[in-house]
């Protein structure tokens, strides 16, 4: 099967600072991967790199096949970055405007405009605010809104910088939750995350970083002892028992 994403020896220098270290890695089309590492490895300025927010200095990204490194703007459109800080993506004044405003820009049809932020409301669970200004709303429901804000607007993969930074608790388990279902539905996910024991039970994929270097991709299952020599805190529970949400 072809992979979806395909990132070969990408390399980024930022002033005389080596932050990405030739990283490679793959994404098959609906893997729900976690990418992780201690603070400063790379893993933001990598999604960011990947999006075309920065250009790397070397290497290559090819999406469905096709060589979109110097294409910064293909990438831009297909695919899309949920910030760490989900306050500064909002542009609306109500939620479903707030929504429309991208597929709008892209100059969709109303119907079609009408029908993606139907669909993403549901599956973001955001109906009963979808008239509140976002600002209003709390830290969860504001992380599903720029993730639906996203979504609307179809891209092929989605990145997640750190979704659970600063929820407590429930807003932790219904964003993790939401993403399961994207997962469910088909979309490719790749979520940055230090909490990674969160995810676990869910990904099909763990990639770890250290040092601007890509240690390796793993079977979550295969991915245990890798996460330990990483040190990055799993439980020491069997993989079955790690999900955040039974109980
Ligand atoms: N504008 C910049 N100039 C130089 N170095 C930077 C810049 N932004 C980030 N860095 C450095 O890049 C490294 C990787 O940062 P980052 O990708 O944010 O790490 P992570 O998300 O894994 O915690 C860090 O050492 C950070 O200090
Ligand atoms: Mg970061």
Redesign the pocket.
């Known amino acids: 099967m072809q992979d979806l994403l395909s990132v070969e020896n990408l390399s980024l220098k ?2 005389d ?1 080596r ?1 990405l270290s030739s990283v490679s890695f793959t994404l098959e089309r609906g893997d729900f991967a976690v990418l992780c ?1 201690r ?8 999604l960011r790199a990947l999006k075309g927010l920065i250009q790397p200095d070397s290497g290559r990204i090819v999406l469905d096949g096709v060589d979109l490194t110097k294409n910064r703007r293909e990438r831009l459109k297909r695919m899309a970055l949920v910030f760490q800080d989900a306050q500064l993506q909002f542009v609306g004044e109500t939620v479903e405007k707030d929504i429309a405003f991208g597929p709008l820009n892209l100059g969709w049809s109303r119907e079609e405009v009408e029908s993606v932020r139907e669909e993403v409301i549901a599956v973001m669970e955001l109906d009963k605010v979808r008239r509140q200004r976002p600002a209003s709303l709390s830290g969860g429901e504001k992380r599903r809104l720029t993730i639906a804000g996203v979504l609307a607007m179809r891209p092929d993969i989605i990145f997640l910088d750190e979704p659970f930074s600063a929820l407590d608790y429930p807003s932790t388990r219904l964003v993790l939750s939401s993403l399961v279902r994207l997962h469910q539905e088909g979309h490719t996910i790749l979520v ?1 995350s230090h909490e990674v024991e969160k995810f676990l039970r869910h990904t099909t994929k763990v990639l770890i ?1 250290n040092s601007g270097h890509m240690c390796g991709q793993y079977r979550p299952e295969e991915s245990l002892d890798e996460l330990r020599r990483a040190d990055v805190y799993v439980p020491s529970l069997p993989l079955e028992d790690f999900s955040w949400l039974q109980a």
């Open positions: 930022l002033g600072r932050i590492g603070n400063g490895a790379g893993k933001s300025q990598l940055v970083m």
